[in-house]
């Protein structure tokens, strides 16, 4: 059986992910976020 290595996720991608996360459950659906935060999540 082959065996998968795991990678930990960097810091700041956890930090972002986290925002949002917060953003998505603190505004309606399809609402656009702020640039600041979709320039750092792309």
Do not use: G
């Amino acid at each position: 059986m082959k065996q998968t290595t795991r990678v930990a996720i960097p810091e700041p991608i956890l930090r972002l992910q986290e925002q949002l996360d917060e953003f998505r459950t603190s505004h309606r659906v399809r609402t656009k976020p702020p640039n600041s935060l979709w320039h750092a999540a792309t």
